[in-house]
């Protein structure tokens, strides 16, 4: 039988083996501690972190204090990701760290740090670089096309294809045929108002030179031939105007009527009546209720009428119809007057007076 102080000794040993073999239990995990604020350093308190095991299926949460502090105690040793979740619960940004046995891992965030890590990390990136350039170039793009369109709408037409000039190396993709045909019409706007001889031919030299660039780019485009058509006729090559507003009407048939009108029209005020009535009646007849058409159409054919030795006219077919169809179109048109006396002068009642006629736009 053992003594009392023996029981006592045995006692203590069987304790001191008890907490013996409790340390090495709490010496087997690690865990988590750090402090969260944000862009201005200020705390976050409240905000969610969660805690994902890496080398298996783990998760768990823990919640900052109102110091922005957070703790997490007895994880088993091993490679964590730490995401930091906002408001929203959806992620922010993660810390990946290895949690070891014994003291807390030191874990924090500082979300003005990592705001100026991530935006250091994407600056560097040449995707990001290229994207930034092409950003800066379209922002000097618009500014300059924005520029030369005010001096456009001024009719300043040289000193807006010169601005253009300026940004057509700015542009790419789409936005070039979009440059080259500024940059035609308003070099074919200057040349139509420009006084000297030498500078007006080389204001259309420059225009020819960019709608064959465009055209070059887009083939199909009616428009682009209706507007090489006028500079063609301002040129004084009606047969290459003709061909591409025949061309235009080809390729936009919905249009013809005002391709024909355009060509037309050129032909009348180059005198040139014969290929200005072929042109008019394409468009009268592909269009019936251009009223314009119709005058000017009975205008190209005015000069074909026949005085006999008596003095009165014997109009070519189908002239007093066509004054008389724009009367009934446009009874108080611009033109009403001029063909109302168009019609009575074909009577022997009064004389006329020709006036240039207008392309549509």
Same mark, same amino acid.
């Given at each position: ?7 006592r000794v045995m006692g203590v ?209 009616a428009s682009l031939h209706n ?6 006729? /301002?040129? *004084? ?5 003709? $061909?591409?507003? &025949?061309? !235009?009407? #080809? =390729? %936009? @048939?919905?249009? +013809? ?11 009348? /005020?180059? *005198? ?5 009535? $072929?042109?008019? &009646?394409? !468009?009268? #007849? =592909? %269009? @019936?209720?251009? +009223?314009?058409a119709w005058y000017w159409y ?64």
């Open positions: 039988m053992f003594s009392s102080w023996t029981r040993a069987i304790v001191f083996a008890a907490i013996l073999t409790c340390i090495p239990a709490f010496a087997q995990t690690g865990g988590l501690t750090g402090k969260v604020v944000g862009e201005k350093g200020a705390p976050l308190a409240g905000y969610t972190l969660l805690v994902d095991r890496v080398e298996m299926k783990w998760t768990s949460k823990v919640k900052t204090n109102k110091k922005g502090e957070y703790n997490y105690i007895g994880l088993a040793p091993g490679m964590y990701k730490i995401s930091l979740l906002g408001p929203d619960g959806k992620p922010l940004f993660f810390i990946q760290k290895q949690v070891g046995i014994g003291d807390p891992t030191e874990v924090d965030f500082d979300m003005g740090q990592a705001v100026k890590e991530a935006k250091k990390a994407q600056e560097a990136n040449p995707e990001y670089q290229k994207q930034v350039a092409e950003q800066k170039q379209s922002t000097g793009l618009k500014q300059l096309f924005d520029q030369g369109r005010a001096l456009y709408e001024q009719k300043q037409y040289a000193e807006a294809a010169a601005v253009y000039e300026r940004a057509l190396p700015l542009a790419k993709d789409k936005n070039v045929p979009i440059m080259l045909s500024q940059l035609a019409d308003t070099w074919g706007k200057a040349a139509s108002i420009e006084t000297n001889p030498d500078t007006r031919k080389a204001d259309q030299a420059k225009a020819l030179d960019y709608y064959q660039k465009t055209l070059a780019i887009d083939p199909n485009e507007n090489l058509g006028s500079l063609y006729a /301002n040129m *004084g090559k009606s047969a290459d105007a003709a $061909a591409e507003f &025949k061309k !235009a009407a #080809e =390729l %936009d @048939p919905n249009h +013809a009527a005002g391709y024909y009108y355009n060509l037309g029209a050129i032909m009348v /005020n180059q *005198g040139q009546m014969d290929e200005a009535g $072929a042109a008019l &009646k394409k !468009a009268t #007849e =592909l %269009d @019936p209720t251009n +009223a314009l009975g205008m190209a054919l005015m000069g074909k009428a026949q005085v006999k030795p008596d003095g009165t006219m014997i109009p070519a077919p189908g002239t007093v119809e066509a004054f008389q169809t724009y009367l009934k179109l446009a009874p108080t048109g611009q033109w009403a007057g001029a063909a109302q006396a168009s019609i009575d002068s074909l009577q022997g009642k009064t004389s006329l007076e020709y006036k240039a006629v207008k392309k549509k736009k």
